[in-house]
């Protein structure tokens, strides 16, 4: 089955002379407070997301997973490592920094950070099965009051080894209003029994919950260093594996990332919110660590479309069979 998805990942590589050096040094193939909260890592109801659209999205992936999975047998393909390897969401918010959650690269029993070199970066596509470019962490900065057992401050970022020359997606310093619409992504599970997940990167359209009904629901667990997100009815709503990743809105012409998703009650559970980080709190530790790039000249808002603009004959320069049926 052939599948031409990479249109806007193999552009970059076209208008992006910098690109070239990088790709040579990374891996490619191209409630009350008695409420017993089970708080999981958690797209139900949702769409895929149009190629393109979120280029600034990035899949983590176990690289102990990886190099079982490709030692193996010498028959797997790259990209069937990649989607099975799959444990969270992150974005890329300036040219060498990855921003997920804290409890993706944080033990939840025992509180230990996950080393740098347990953890690969999947860039440039959004589809598991269907190529990106594999880039090494070479540090993990967890926000310093991180909480692993209250998931308070659940905020990380990643250092890339090498630049990354794909769209960022710029950070808010504002709250979203109440019941505005947003946006969040992700390769998690598509049922409410966390047992289907897809290979290509969906989306759902989620509104801002008002703050004193997340804190009546979920009492002294919901912080101020926490939003909620979802309708009451449930049916739409994050799910495992979509951990990290981002909740967007639409701020002054250009998509702005506001929210990491954190956790919740279940998934698309009527009665309950998803539970994401508030990036406001966090703007000015973030560009702390952002402003430290020589050149953020590709924060350019994660929902650029502008690869499409790009001739469709370049997607027969990228055409690949899919690595699994």
């Known amino acids: 089955m052939l599948k031409k998805k990479l249109l806007w990942a193999f552009a970059l590589i076209t208008v992006t002379s910098s690109f070239v050096s990088a790709e040579s040094l990374v891996e490619q193939k191209a409630p009350a407070a008695n409420l017993d909260i089970k708080k999981e ?26 190099e079982d999975i490709e030692s ?11 989607y099975q ?18 409890h993706c690269v944080v033990d939840g029993t025992t509180g230990q950070q996950s080393s740098p070199s347990s ?21 993990i ?66 509104p ?10 979920y009492g002294s667990e919901f912080t101020q260093n926490m939003f909620c997100a979802g309708y009451s009815n449930g049916g739409k709503d994050t799910c495992k594996s979509d951990s990290g990743g981002p909740l967007m809105v639409y701020e002054n012409g250009q998509y702005v990332q506001s929210g990491i998703t954190s956790w919740g009650v279940g ?39 502008f690869f499409l603009l790009f001739p469709l004959s370049l997607l027969v320069l990228r055409r690949k069979v899919k690595g699994i049926a």
């Open 267 to 305: 998934c698309a559970q009527a009665g309950y919110y998803g539970v994401y980080t508030r990036l406001s709190v966090f703007k000015s530790w973030i560009d702390s660590y952002k402003n430290t790039d020589s050149d953020d000249s590709n924060d350019s808002g994660g929902g650029s479309l």
């Open 208 to 217: 801002i919950v008002n703050r004193s009904t997340c804190e009546n629901i």
């Open 72 to 82: 193996g047998s010498t028959s797997i393909p790259f990209d069937e490592a990649n």
């Open 85 to 102: 390897a799959q444990f969270c969401g992150a974005t890329l918010i300036s040219s060498k920094w990855v921003l997920t959650a804290a």
């Open 41 to 66: 890592s958690k797209i139900i109801g949702g769409t895929k997301a149009p190629l393109g659209a979120w280029p600034s999205t990035v899949a983590l992936l176990d690289a102990k997973k990886i």
């Open 141 to 206: 900065v967890v926000y310093p009051s991180y909480n692993y057992i209250t998931g308070d401050a659940d905020i990380a970022l990643l250092e890339l080894q090498y630049d990354a020359s794909i769209p960022s997606i710029p950070v808010s310093a504002f709250d979203t209003p109440v019941g505005e619409l947003a946006t969040v992504v992700g390769w998690g599970a598509t049922d409410t029994a966390s047992t289907l997940f897809p290979e290509e990167l969906y989306e759902v359209d989620l």
């Open 119 to 139: 953890i690969k970066a999947l860039l440039g596509t959004s589809d598991l099965s269907d190529g990106g470019i594999r880039h090494t962490i070479k540090s």
